[in-house]
């Protein structure tokens, strides 16, 4: 990853729907929720939750599934542990740089 896809990504979970969204899928697990479960769940009018959902798509945090009429939004976890990595990839290099406390 680099410095813009990861900003990109960041910035999707700036927003406060989004990221409790994306928390609520990733608690749910791997098979995630279908998008009427999280809508009452977290209480987000449903004109609201699919512009949120979008962006989470666009940001490939999530993918989404149908099934006859459900739609089952699916946290994509790699994707969230390759930002993670990117954020630790350089954890106390300059260690030794740093002023004590």
Known sequence: ??????????KELGHPHRLRIFKRLVKAGFDGLPVGVLREDLGIPNSSMTHHINSLVKAGLIV???????????????RLWD?????QDECCVDEAEL???
Do not use: N, T, W
């Open 1 to 10: 990853m680099d410095f813009d896809e990861v900003a990109g990504v960041l």
């Open 64 to 78: 989404q599934q149908r099934h006859g009429r459900i739609l089952q939004c699916i946290p994509k976890y790699r």
């Open 83 to 87: 930002v993670i990595s990117f954020l």
């Open 99 to 101: 002023p004590a406390d």
